[in-house]
């Protein structure tokens, strides 16, 4: 039986920064029970995964099970890159970068989805006299990234998927066959980066 994500507050929750979710997102077949785990216990982003699939109806492993299928989030990075300056030679605007490595594994261990990066970033002002107001704007825009690096996460997912069925010669869903998933919008960089290595920001986001 083919599984299908729908995350609706995902959904609404990037439509209020210009981003939507036009379809269904399919998983792969045969997938089961799965985990996400992170090198970071205490991951906002793997705690937004497993919870936008748990809303969608899919089955989530314990931490502790054996046999399951892994959503792994091998490393996150976060960092901030000065990317001009004031008349006294101070930086004053800042362009935040978000770097993930994960990969997708099946029960046998098998790569599912091979590992692989997702950089977002965003650009922002930061005023030396008002460092206050510049922490509130950079708050916002952590979430806002985590956000559409959950959806990314979700869309290769579901691009992986869609090929298997095709190469099956099944259709993945009524829903899922018009249209397309758009890509994050923006300065977004979202493509797959080859290597087993992340960018090099500074941490410093969570």
């Known amino acids: 039986m083919i599984r299908r994500i729908v995350p609706v507050f995902l959904a609404l929750a990037l439509a209020g920064c210009g981003f939507h979710l036009r379809n269904a997102l ?121 956000r559409e690096m959950s959806a990314s996460i979700l869309r290769r997912i579901d691009a992986v998927a869609r090929r298997q069925f095709s190469a099956a010669g099944v259709a993945s869903s009524p829903a899922a066959t018009t249209g397309t998933v758009p890509a994050a919008m923006e300065s977004t960089a979202v493509e797959p980066v080859p290597g087993e290595t992340a960018p090099e920001p500074t941490d410093g986001g969570r």
């Open 26 to 146: 399919v998983l792969p077949p045969d997938l089961g029970p799965v985990k996400v785990v992170s090198a970071d216990r205490y991951s906002p982003l793997a705690e937004s995964l497993a919870q936008a699939l748990v809303r969608s109806g899919a089955e989530i492993a314990p931490a502790d099970a054996a046999d399951t299928a892994v959503l792994d989030l091998v490393a996150e990075r976060w960092g901030d890159t000065p990317i001009s300056v004031d008349a006294r030679g101070r930086a004053q605007e800042y362009s935040l970068r978000y770097a993930v490595i994960f990969e997708v594994r099946g029960r046998d261990g098998t790569a599912i989805l091979p590992r692989q990066a997702v950089e977002l970033s965003r650009d922002y002002i930061s005023v030396p006299t008002n460092s206050i107001g510049t922490e509130g704007e950079r708050d916002i825009l952590v979430k806002e990234l985590r």
